[in-house]
């Protein structure tokens, strides 16, 4: 079921640097799983794409010239990337592209890679990582699964309850890899704002429940499900975990 949710593209925008290629793993993880309901992170696929090794997930970075790293990811590359993306995977369902420093991609190659975005080969996912969306065209970001900027600050209330409604959203959604994307974007919350947060869920989903609020596609069961994982963040939190742990923990079990 999972399989029919998923996207073909996901945005990932951070920092450049370890954390964002960990989330970069994450996500591909989630896109190869082999479990009913990923990412498991326990089965082959998951465990080959975090330690990254799978053969399914692809990085695609600037290439070096003399060298040096070229200054932009070109059209070429972009092309021989969607033309391996035809091919049937190796082990896993799908194969997962992992553009890195997608905002290098020069605009012939953003082009290129659009023609691919709007008629995706049936087994291939795009992760596009960049430090910010601006150097993208309009038209590739509009086919991307994102989440908003993980530096993003969220001190006001109403920025909050977007943030609780996204989070249902990506729930809603089904697609696991969307609720990983969500969830490692918020690994930089401070305590306080996690328990907001939690807060926020708990708040909407009650909502939800009596009727004062539309259900987004969740269903009672779920809905429960995540007034429990709300709890149990809340709990986290009293005992000292770390956001960074929790939004780990929400990824790994919000669709179960
Ligand atoms: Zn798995």
Known sequence: MAERRLSHAY??????GREREDAARRLAAALVCSAPEPPCGRCRDCRKALAGVHPDVIWVGREKRDGDLRRE???GQVRRMTADAVLAPNEAERKVYIIDQADRMNQQAQNALLKALEDPPGHACFILCA???DALLPTVRSRCVRAEDPGRRTDEGAALSDLAGGYL????SGDPARTVLFCMNRVKLSREETEAFAGQVRDAVCEILCGRAPDPGLGRDRLFHLAALMD????YLRHNVQPKQIFGLLAAETLR
């Open 232 to 235: 149990k963040t809340e709990d």
């Open 11 to 16: 945005m990932l925008t951070g920092p450049e």
């Open 73 to 75: 990811i070109l059209v």
């Open 169 to 172: 959203e990506a729930a809603a």
């Open 131 to 133: 430090a910010s969306t």
